[in-house]
């Protein structure tokens, strides 16, 4: 037998050296070079044979083309983000900090999913009493009396992958869920669990199963503090789907969002509540995002922000309150600090408002995040309002990007965001100029036109 090699591989971005280095001369990563031995190549790999040949290459023509059939999944919020259903022998990677609800969402769809064929639920990290405690929690009727266990989902610790492939081909599943790939092993690899050549090996592994017998397969990944998958980012490579659950700890709302997917639009949400039985579906997230609105109240502000393709209305609070040592302090929660840094210097520069001696107070109401510049103005709003204590209009909404000059700069699909404001009820909205593309505006809500932020929020506000 040839002698095992070492070499040293980057666990963040899978770059690799022969030396041990302090320092990942590809993304810069401190410390994150681990020791991996090579497993020498087996005989027919050297041996410079032919190959026998699985795949041949077949006349685009006389590929059929059919939209792939999709198992219908009847979490509409899931099904959504995943482009419509379940792709037979797709491949799907849902990534999350530890404790956001990974687990419970997959079981609740193994649950759902064991109607139309067998299940198979692999979990490396809980034991199967433990997942049983939690099929019990789920499948409860609103009033809590308990519902009958699905027949065809199979539950299995395991974390060795060949065991797991053996388990699958015992078992003849639909679906294939691995909770977790980091906890996945191959056991002829000298590297740990967890480690970039594991997870990729592990990962592509399942991915070949995937494609050779059509099973769909979910692998559960964890995430790095950075919002990484942990380690390697090589798996989204491999994957045909990347999912990302988010949300605020504290927060009952979860987001599911899409980062890639090979057969939908990337970029959709779907938002659940993290309640009593598991994760409940929201299908109206602005309604549950404003529910506990006090309206009328000074600092509060409701921005429309697009998440993919879909329009939520979220409340953003401000406070400001005069500063006690020294430097004045930002605080922002859900929105970027960069961009409240921004709304602040506008409003104190363009605007006219003191603000060097306040601190200031931003939050997004129900957890949310907003990136989208779009919502400046909503921002804007409610530190202004918090400000001259002084309560925006009750039925406006706001939509703009602020400039530095202090004006509005125009967002996009305002149709869409006009239309869910006006469905909620909302009776005006504050937008950009010249963003009127010669359709009318939809029907039930009062476009208000704005240059400016200064011009924006004179409308804005209830006359004193
Ligand atoms: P889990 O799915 O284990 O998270 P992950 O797999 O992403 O690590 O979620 C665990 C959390 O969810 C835990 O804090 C308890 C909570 N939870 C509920 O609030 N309600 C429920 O019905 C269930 C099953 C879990
Ligand atoms: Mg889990």
């Known amino acids: 037998m040839a002698k095992a090699e070492k070499r040293y591989v980057c666990q963040e971005c899978g770059y690799i050296s022969v030396r041990s280095l302090g320092r990942c001369p590809q993304c810069q ?17 050297k041996s410079g044979r032919p190959l026998a040949l699985q795949s041949k290459p077949r006349r685009l023509r006389e590929i059929s083309g059919d939209m792939e059939e999709r198992l219908r999944l009847p979490i509409e919020e899931f099904a959504r983000v995943l482009g419509g259903g379940i792709v037979p022998g797709s491949i799907v990677l849902i990534g999350g900090d530890p404790g956001i609800g990974k687990s419970t969402l997959t079981l609740q769809m193994s649950i759902e999913m064991a109607r139309l064929g067998t299940v198979l639920y692999v979990s490396g990290e809980e034991s199967e009493r433990q997942i049983k405690m939690r099929a019990v929690r789920l499948l409860r009727s609103e009033d809590g ?4 266990m699905p027949d065809n989902l199979f539950l299995v610790t395991e974390t060795n992958l060949e065991a797991i492939l053996q388990h699958v081909e015992n078992t003849k599943p639909r679906l294939l869920i691995v909770d977790s790939i980091q ?8 590297s740990s669990a967890g480690s970039v050549s594991q997870v990729r090996e592990c990962a592509a592994r399942l991915r070949e199963l995937a494609k050779s017998s059509g099973i769909a397969v979910f692998l559960i990944g964890h995430v790095t503090k950075d919002g990484a998958i942990a380690g390697p980012r090589v ?4 994957v045909d789907t990347v999912l990302y659950l988010e949300g605020d700890h504290f927060q ?30 929201v299908r109206n997230p602005s309604e549950a995002f404003l529910a506990e609105r006090m309206a009328n109240a000074p600092g509060s502000a409701i921005a429309v922000t697009m998440e993919g393709t879909r329009p939520i209305l979220v409340e953003m609070q401000g406070l400001t309150s005069p500063t006690s040592f020294g430097n004045p302090r930002r605080t922002p929660n859900g929105v970027d600090f960069n961009r409240l840094l921004l ?37 804007a709003a409610a530190i202004a309002s918090s400000v001259k204590d002084q309560p925006v ?15 509005l700069r125009s967002v996009g699909q305002i149709e869409t965001r006009l239309r869910e404001a006006a469905k909620l ?7 950009p100029r010249k963003m009127h593309r010669g359709l009318p505006w939809p029907e039930g809500i009062q476009v208000l036109e704005a240059r400016s932020l200064h011009q924006a929020l004179e409308i804005a506000f209830v006359e004193a």
């Open 145 to 148: 009396t308990p519902l009958e």
């Open 393 to 407: 209009r009750a039925d406006v909404v706001l939509i703009g990007e602020i400039g530095l000059s202090g004006e």
């Open 235 to 238: 798996l989204e490579h491999i």
């Open 343 to 379: 709304v602040i210097a506008v409003l104190t520069r363009r605007v006219g408002l003191r603000l060097g001696e306040q601190d200031v107070f931003v939050n997004v109401v129900g957890g949310l995040k907003v990136t989208e510049p779009a919502a400046d103005l909503a921002v």
């Open 183 to 190: 906890t996945t092993t191959l056991p002829g690899m000298n």
């Open 29 to 45: 990563a401190w410390n994150s070079m681990v020791e991996e031995v090579i497993v020498p190549e087996t005989s027919a790999q």
């Open 252 to 281: 009952a709302y979860r987001l599911l969002r899409s980062v890639k997917n090979r057969f939908g639009a990337t970029s959709e949400v779907g938002v659940f509540a993290m309640g009593e039985r598991g994760m409940e579906e």
């Open 425 to 431: 009820g909302f009776k005006t909205a504050i937008v």
